[in-house]
């Protein structure tokens, strides 16, 4: 798959097996003729700005005191993350062909093959391994994906509460997702219409 997508580059082979593995995941699905880049972020933000409109990202900080010393300890500290390398590789040897399909189907709106098409999440399995390690726990990161979460719903729920109308956007695959955030609105007493 190097030799495919990469070509004869040998410094890859020193990475750590995690970048390495989202390196030549960038470049296969460049080479398949999809994009990593959104296309609708940037729309709405422009047009939101043009209209004057409030705008919240509910993002999350991360204070590491001393950032140098971290990195040393990154660099010197064992991650598993084997499993992600593998993971990745199997998405881009086996499931190339089912993302440019779930691509096509979100870009016309087909719900029902999205739901259909299975999705070789890889990028969580990539992230677990790096907020599972003792490292991510030291600086507080290895519950980043529940931290998003919370920070997102107190977004959403501060905007419902106080705005006429609002707008958010997400990635299709959390909307589609059974405890994803939509569901996650919807045990909290808001009124869900599915997409």
């Avoid at 140098?68 to 990154?74: G, I």
């Avoid at 440019?100 to 870009?107: I, T, V």
């Avoid at 998003?148 to 106080?162: F, M």
Wanted: with cysteine; hydrophobic share 45%; glycine share 6%.
């Amino acid at each position: 798959m190097k030799a495919k997508y990469i070509g004869r580059d040998r410094g890859i082979e020193k990475w750590r097996p995690a970048f390495a593995a989202m390196e030549l995941y960038g470049e296969a699905i460049e080479k398949s003729g999809m994009a990593w880049s959104g296309i609708v972020s940037p729309k709405v933000t422009k047009l939101a700005k043009r209209h004057g409109l409030r705008m919240t990202n509910p993002d999350v900080e991360i204070f590491i005191p001393e950032p140098r010393k971290a990195l040393k300890e990154f660099a010197a500290s064992s991650i598993d993350d084997l499993q992600c390398f593998e993971k990745t590789l199997d998405s881009i040897e086996s499931d190339l062909g089912n993302m440019a399909a779930r691509a096509n189907a979100w870009a016309t709106g087909d719900i029902e093959l999205l739901r259909q098409l299975p999705a070789n999440n890889e990028y969580a399995t990539c992230i677990a391994a790096f907020t599972g390690a003792g490292l991510a726990r030291k600086y507080g990161v290895d519950d980043l994906a529940q931290e998003v979460e919370r920070k997102w719903l107190s977004a959403a729920e501060n905007a419902l509460a106080n705005n006429a109308s609002t707008f958010a956007m997400l990635p299709i695959s959390q909307l589609l997702k059974a405890d994803g955030y939509l569901e996650k609105l919807r045990v909290r007493g808001y009124e869900v219409q599915a997409p």
